[in-house]
């Protein structure tokens, strides 16, 4: 008997019968069954090498290498190449790294800066070149030195320490009251244009310039003291009269080689104009250096112990007269530095009774604020008014401190922008020259320092219509942009700059032409070492030649009412720069400056608390 069974290779598979007992062929059977079974389990094997073998390969096996990462088993030609890759990778990226760090790098162009720019830092350096007292090291001006070290020591009728501060000008004398106004002006500026500061990397700069400054007011009184009857005028001797005695006008000597007597000149009890003048700018520094706490707090207590100096003199007049030389800086009338020192010292402390002061209508009347006058709408350091009425109408356009102040504000206001229109030159208030300068001390010599602060007003003020969402002003029934403001300012700045007549720059070392002939002792005395005494140094005063050293930023007087101008150090009237002049340049340069406009409103009012008017009284019974 035979029976077929299938064979796994594919074909039939016979198997024969035999002789065999049962139980042998059950047991035969079973082994046939474990061989078959290991038979198949070859068989599968090799089927599979024949399947997975590459062509011409069939009957060889080929053992493949793995390597072992822990939780991944993973193919050692794909993990070679894997890792090769990664180091291919990590050499370029470190060569590129070499590349780029070796080779000079093509910086991203900044926009150029605009001429008010590049003339705000050359203005700012003229500060630096009028220090007194030991400079510093970073004062980056290479002609000056430590100078003025027994400044108020010397004087024995005084012999305390005044040194510090700044000159005023050509000459060595310290004015308090033109430096007073010339911080509160810088300090303004920096209030209301700080990130235009920051943008052309002079904020650091200004403030330390403001810095030094009031840290020598600090020392003009007692400021650790709640109150005060003195304040020092003047430090330093000139003289309106000539003579022969050795002073700061007589003699020309660079301020490090002074060996004459430095009298302190002190105002006592009747000077409320200076005392003000130097509260106002105290305070102003005192909103500057607001993060600084412990040195604000130094600012305002100094700012308060003067102010109580000044407001006891609200109802007459008092005061300050230069005390030897009666030509410099005489002031006309307190009652402007009241209203000005007032207005800051309410900004400065929130004080209400600092502002009712600066809103009295009496003493805005004594301050000529409702009629005109040969200095109605001038800025400068002896009349502040206009300076106030700005001041206080920013208070009414951002703050609306409403009854009882607003009835005064209004006036103020309106007189604001009456003298805004009268420096439009459509209307006819101030004779220009035929060069466009406008004429705001009516041809008198030195007119550039009343037209730089000019020029500052109303670029601000444009701002605060800007920025109180104002399209413009009135102008008696004629409507103007603010744009008109802003316009004016830059005419004025761009004749100073030099698109004049002459085509020169009153500004020194801005542009490629500019006086050369400064009347100033330091710049015009070369340092050489030699020690020139007192008329030594008149040969350099009276020589031809250009002054030895640029005195960078100097604004000079300027020119006369027929443009013209003279570059003769031996005429102060056209070529002597001042610490006033040069605060309003910086103030109306770093206003222009930039493509932006307006300002930050809250910054002025970080002092001030919250405002609840109060309601205005009923009105009267009425009777029929």
């Not at 605060?464 to 009135?474: M, N, Q, S």
């Not at 015009?524 to 960078?552: E, F, L």
């Not at 009012?605 to 309601?615: A, E, H, T």
């Amino acid at each position: 008997m035979s029976m077929y069974v299938r064979d796994p290779w594919g074909g039939p598979l016979e198997l024969q019968g035999d002789s065999a007992t049962d139980d042998d062929r059950s047991r035969n059977l079973d082994l046939d069954r474990g061989a078959l079974s290991m038979t198949s389990r070859q068989l599968d094997e090799t089927q599979q090498s024949w399947l997975l073998a590459a062509p011409g390969t069939h009957g060889k096996k080929k053992k493949k290498k793995y390597v072992d990462l822990g939780c991944l088993l993973v193919s050692h030609k794909l993990f070679l190449w894997t890792a090769g890759a990664v180091v291919v990778a990590a050499a370029l990226a470190g060569l590129i790294a070499i590349i780029v760090k070796t080779v000079p790098r093509r910086h991203r162009l900044e926009p150029p800066q605009d001429n008010y720019t590049l003339a705000l830092h050359k203005a700012l350096m003229f500060f630096n070149a009028q220090r007194s007292g030991p400079i510093p090291k970073h004062n980056n001006v290479s002609w000056r030195g430590n100078s003025g070290l027994r400044d108020g020591l010397s004087d024995q009728s005084y012999g305390e320490s005044l040194v510090g501060g700044f000159y005023d000008a050509g000459d060595a004398i310290k004015f308090t009251f033109p430096a007073s106004f010339a911080m509160t002006m810088l300090s303004w500026s920096v209030i209301e244009y700080s990130t235009k500061y920051e943008a052309a990397g002079e904020l650091h700069h200004v403030k330390e310039i403001i810095r030094w400054g009031v840290d020598y007011l600090l020392k003009t009184f007692n400021s650790s003291a709640d109150t005060t009857d003195s304040i020092v005028a003047e430090v330093g001797q000139g003289s309106a009269s000539g003579g022969t005695k050795q002073n700061d006008h007589y003699c020309w000597m660079r301020p490090e080689d002074i060996d004459y007597r430095r009298p302190v000149a002190i105002c006592w009890d009747r000077c409320s104009d200076l005392a003000a003048e130097a509260a106002a700018a105290l305070a102003a520094a005192s909103i500057v250096f607001k993060d600084d706490k412990a040195y604000s707090h130094k600012l305002v207590h100094g700012a308060s112990t003067l102010w109580k100096f000044a407001s006891r003199y609200t109802k007459h007049k008092s005061v300050y007269t230069g005390q030897w030389d009666a030509a410099s800086y005489n002031s006309t009338s307190n009652f402007d530095e009241l209203i000005w020192g007032g207005a800051w010292m309410y900004l400065a402390t929130g004080n209400a009774s600092c502002l009712s002061v600066s809103t009295n209508p009496k003493l805005a009347q004594q301050a000529g604020a409702f009629h005109g006058g040969p200095q109605y709408g001038v800025l400068n350091w002896d009349n502040k008014l206009p300076g106030a009425q700005v001041l206080l109408s920013r208070l009414r356009l951002f703050l609306s401190p409403g009854y009882p102040y607003e009835e005064i504000l209004k006036a103020f206001h309106k007189q604001t922008a009456n003298f805004m229109c009268s420096y439009l030159p459509v209307f006819k208030s101030f004779n220009r020259t035929k060069g466009g300068l406008i004429e705001l001390n009516h041809g008198n010599p030195k007119p550039l320092q009343h037209v730089v602060n000019a020029a500052f007003l109303t670029t601000l003020y444009s701002d605060y219509l800007e920025t109180a969402d104002a399209p413009g002003w009135y102008c008696g029934p004629n409507f103007y942009p603010a744009g008109a403001l802003r316009d004016f300012a830059r005419t004025q700045i761009d004749y100073i700059l030099g698109k004049n007549p002459h085509q020169l720059s009153y500004v020194v070392g801005f542009g490629t032409k500019y006086p050369k002939h400064v009347h100033h002792r330091g710049a015009s005395i070369p340092k050489n070492r030699v020690h020139y005494n007192c008329k030594g140094g008149w040969k350099w005063r009276d020589t031809r030649k250009p002054n030895p050293n640029t005195i960078t930023g100097a604004m000079v007087a300027g020119p006369d009412r027929h443009d013209e101008f003279r570059d003769v150090r031996s005429n102060r009237n056209y070529t002597e720069p001042t610490l006033a002049g040069n605060a309003g340049l910086v103030a109306a340069l770093v206003a222009l400056s930039g493509g932006r406009t307006g300002v930050d409103k809250n910054t002025m009012f970080s002092s001030v608390p919250p405002m609840f008017p109060n309601p205005p009284p009923p009105p009267a019974p009425w009777k029929p």
